[in-house]
């Protein structure tokens, strides 16, 4: 990570590119821009450039092709695994201006839109017409659907519907020398060639920059039912998950929250009346949705024969859009509620659901063994636990030293039970170093190449995914 300087003549005909207004090189611009929401780093580019559309995004990759200046995507900064820090510096592309809905078809059921549309504006577009985008990460309400699909995110009710790739027809990309492609088509099929599509999909701004995203929408379900269960052990509340399944019900979303998780959130968040006993050490928020509510409250009714097998409290069913906003509200500020209470690292585990105890029960005792505290909520019902690392009163050594350990053996443990490093956040700066538990050097090699055959110049997003030794 050595410092790096762009030429005077390169930032003229940046300047040309974008204009005076949406050029900067201030040190507080490029803080803003230098940091997401992973930990604390900060890692600013030495200047921020704000392009208006495909074209002038096409111009700025020309120049920093020429030049081999390291360019990083800068979406709405909310990852969790540094994807869009600027780490060798170079130039911060930040893609909000790109921030359209550009055309809601109601006879195919597919939206056009750019990069930096809102998740949640997005799905309440489409909603309005009657139609269903069901990605709907923690974040929704801040993220953009250009990182969403350069992370493939996930979200609660990716257990039915799938996460962001399963709705990807269609991208416009640019690539890292300028030019300008069509990844596939806007068809519901495509077995032509190689899947380009796909394979823009996850790869974290490394392989080219999306200007313009086609998404598969969904009808809209009329109704559904949410329910709220305690149960007095966190490893019971993960054997449920899988028994709901085998059982013949595929919930809608199906969230695991332990202990410290509500008890945190709960002081967080104003207004939150949820009770919880003491010897309560987990909750299961489990949601079934559809057009008939006969049907419903028979899945609903289905469920809590299987969960009463376990050793639970009683069951809260959410009687109103209100109780259902705030105990949505209460799972998807657990995120912050965390952050706010200590300085943390979160891994992002899926595995197999039915290993879902082993998972949880292993984080455990590693974190006995290297002296630190977890705190374990996610979507379990895809078996995608996200394990925050408390640093709690551990000295600022054992935080460096340890708790690298304690993340090694976990991804370890995960990649044993048949799971992988991340579900929907991503790899990134943070955990590119682990890669070698989940694949082979072949594996790896294979990557790089395909990198390099997209970016010989390795200008795009570099340092990111791969480990720095292969």
């Known amino acids: 990570m050595s410092q790096y300087h762009i030429p005077q003549e390169v930032l003229i005909i940046l300047e040309k590119i974008v204009g005076h207004s949406f050029i900067f090189t201030d040190q507080e611009t490029r803080n803003h821009y230098g940091h997401d929401e992973t930990e604390d780093y900060v890692f600013p580019p030495n200047v921020v450039v704000k392009p208006a559309n495909t074209h002038e995004v096409s111009e700025i990759l020309k120049v920093a092709n020429e030049f ?75 993220c953009w659907i250009g990182g969403n699909v350069a992370e493939n995110s996930g979200g609660a009710r990716a257990v039915k519907y799938g996460v962001t790739k399963d709705y990807v027809l269609n991208l416009e990309v640019v690539l890292p020398d300028g030019e300008i492609i069509w990844t596939g088509a806007n ?157 943390y690292k979160e891994e992002d585990t899926v595995v197999p659901r039915y290993v879902l105890p082993e998972l949880l029960n292993g984080i455990k005792k590693i974190g006995t063994k290297y002296g630190f505290k977890s705190v374990c909520y996610g979507h379990a019902g895809d078996g995608n636990l996200h394990v925050n690392i408390i640093k709690g009163d551990m000295t600022d050594d054992n935080w460096q030293t340890e708790v690298p350990k304690g993340i090694r053996e976990i991804f370890e443990l995960t990649v044993a039970l048949k799971g992988t490093l991340s579900g929907e956040h991503g790899i990134g700066f943070v955990q590119k170093n682990f890669m070698d538990i989940a694949f082979s050097k072949v594996h790896l090699e294979l990557m790089e190449r395909i990198k390099y055959v997209f970016d010989p110049n390795n200008i795009l997003n570099p340092g990111k995914i791969f480990p720095d030794v292969v």
């Open 68 to 142: 081999k200046i390291p360019t990083t995507p800068i979406g709405a900064r909310t990852g969790l695994s540094g994807g869009a820090l600027s780490i060798y510096e170079g130039i911060g592309l930040s893609m909000e201006r790109l921030n359209k809905i550009l055309e809601i078809d109601e006879q195919n059921l597919q939206v056009i839109a750019e990069p930096a549309v809102i998740t949640q504006v997005l799905r309440e577009a489409v909603a309005e017409k009657g139609l269903f985008y069901p990605v709907d990460p923690s974040s929704q309400g801040s």
């Open 187 to 343: 068809t519901l099929k495509n077995s032509t060639g190689y899947n380009l599509t796909q394979l823009m999909v996850g790869s974290e701004g490394t392989l080219g920059v999306i200007t313009k995203v086609v998404l598969k929408l969904l009808p809209k379900n009329a109704h559904n039912v949410l329910m709220l269960v305690p149960f007095y052990k966190s490893s019971q509340a993960c054997e449920a998950v899988s028994a709901i399944f085998r059982a013949g019900i595929v919930p809608s979303a199906l969230e695991f929250m332990e202990r410290d998780a509500i008890d945190w959130t709960l002081k967080f968040v104003n207004g939150l009346n949820v009770q919880v006993k003491d010897d309560v050490q987990a909750h299961l928020l489990i949601e079934v949705d559809g057009n008939y509510p006969e049907i419903l409250m028979l899945e609903a009714e289905k469920i809590l024969s299987v969960v009463e097998q376990f050793e639970i409290d009683e069951v809260l069913f959410a009687d109103t859009e209100d109780q259902k906003n705030a105990l949505w509200k209460m799972r998807r500020s657990v995120a912050e509620a965390v952050k706010s209470n200590s300085v």
